[in-house]
């Protein structure tokens, strides 16, 4: 199935193998972009989608990656309070850079640079979640404990009420 996988879908595939884990990319013809559609292609709940969004640090000017429930809002002032410096939302070129993936298909691993990663704690209640594997088609599916541990994230409360 690898072979028929896009360019970034196999770089991510092949990040994802150095772990050991079966887990396997897929590439749907619709798009994956939005928490929602993602959803809806895979048929999950939007809650099970780990959206990653990458931040900018003001204080050192180094990328933030926060993984989050699709259902939920990034709250910045706990994310920024937990970092003890302030964040800014990345843009595109930045993100491209920090990651080497662009917007719409950011996978929480397997980045161009090492990302310091926040996770979602609503994610680490559900049973599996879906991941975004380098394209805007491309998702793959694990397990919260797996997330963990292939990001090296620390788990919070980032949630906006």
């Known amino acids: 199935m690898t072979g028929n996988l896009s360019p970034s879908a196999r770089r991510v595939q092949a990040h994802l193998d150095s772990f050991g884990i079966a887990l396997e990319v897929v590439e749907f013809p619709s798009s994956t972009r939005t928490a929602q559609d993602a959803a809806d292609s895979v048929g999950?709940?939007?809650?099970?989608?780990a959206k990653s969004l990458v931040f900018r640090r003001k204080d050192t000017g180094g990328p933030l990656l926060v993984i989050a429930s699709g259902a939920n809002r990034v709250d910045l002032a706990k994310v920024s309070a937990?970092?003890?410096?302030?964040?800014?939302?990345?843009?595109?070129d930045f993100v491209r850079e920090a990651t080497g993936y662009a917007i719409g298909g950011i996978p929480p691993c397997g980045h161009a640079t090492a990302i310091e990663t926040i996770l979602d704690d609503?994610?680490?209640?559900?049973?599996?979640?879906?991941?975004?594997?380098?394209?805007?088609n491309a998702?793959?599916?694990?397990?919260?404990?797996?997330l963990e541990?292939?990001?090296?994230?620390?788990?919070?409360?980032?949630?906006a009420s």
């Open 149 to 159: 541990r292939i990001t090296g994230g620390r788990v919070a409360d980032i949630k």
């Open 139 to 146: 998702v793959f599916r694990l397990t919260p404990s797996e």
């Open 82 to 92: 937990l970092l003890g410096a302030p964040i800014v939302k990345a843009d595109a």
């Open 44 to 49: 999950c709940e939007v809650a099970q989608i």
């Open 122 to 136: 609503d994610l680490m209640g559900l049973e599996v979640i879906w991941a975004a594997a380098g394209t805007p």
